[in-house]
């Protein structure tokens, strides 16, 4: 009997690290910032905590988007330059081992940072977005941006007023109108939606395909600049109400 106990005891041993090892193998494959991101972004500024850009002048704001599921930070490059350009720190976090949903506290630390900047509005990718909205539950901030994402009921903004972005996109085949349609009871009575028609999941970042999603009619450079448009519109009235 003790030598059964044994060998089962070894056996459980060697499945558990077989299984943390092969979780750690698959989340170290990424999907990076594709070529075009190079003809676009002037350059990306690669910090300690991922990627920063900083305004010219003294910020407006500050913006946090997490990234999605084992997507590298620099494949929101573009999307965060041009909202530094527009007068907003902003960060894409390198996350632990590529998932935001194990460090959902990251946001603080570019918020440490920069401790003059007096609103922060927290967002993200997917599941990033869930991230996003896990920190914003537990924090104090201005308001959240889910890019292809939606909140969890654990996570819930129904009846409040607090500020949320959330953008969606026709095409998507990972976030689909379905599953945003299905979550709208958590989101807050101050939730403004906005759908990219032709857009799909991957084109919220600059990476290329993604596996189950479906075929975009726009393209991504299209797509990126309709976030960027629609994020600042936002982030104009919010910080103006």
């Not at 949903?101 to 609103?119: C, F, G, H, I, R």
């Amino acid at each position: 009997m003790r030598r059964f106990i044994k060998y089962a005891s070894i056996s459980l041993g060697v499945l558990l690290l077989v299984g943390v090892l092969g979780f750690y193998i698959w989340s170290q494959q990424t999907y990076e910032a594709s070529g075009n991101l190079e003809e676009w972004v002037v350059q990306v500024d690669q910090t300690d905590f991922g990627v920063v850009y900083e305004p010219n002048g003294e910020p407006e704001g500050g913006v946090v988007l997490y990234p999605g599921a084992k997507v590298e930070p620099e494949a929101y490059s573009y999307i965060a330059e041009k909202l530094s350009e527009n007068g907003f720190v902003t960060g894409v976090p390198d996350v632990r081992l590529n998932l935001a949903l194990l460090d959902t506290n990251k946001a603080q630390e570019l918020m440490d940072q920069y401790p003059s900047v007096e609103k922060w509005y927290i967002g993200g990718h997917s599941l990033g977005g869930v991230a996003a909205a896990s920190f914003v539950s537990q924090h104090e901030t201005d308001g959240l941006i889910l890019l292809a994402a939606y909140p969890t009921e654990g996570n819930s903004f129904e009846n409040t007023d607090f500020p949320i972005l959330s953008i969606y996109a026709e095409n998507d085949g990972l976030t689909t109108l379905g599953k945003v349609e299905e979550t709208e009871e958590y989101l807050s009575d101050q939730t403004t939606m906005y759908k990219i028609e032709g857009g799909n999941h991957a084109q919220f970042g600059v990476y290329g395909e993604q596996k189950g999603d479906m075929a975009a009619d726009i393209s991504v450079m299209e797509q990126q600049d309709e976030i960027v448009q629609v994020i600042l519109e936002w982030l104009r009235q919010s910080d103006d109400s």
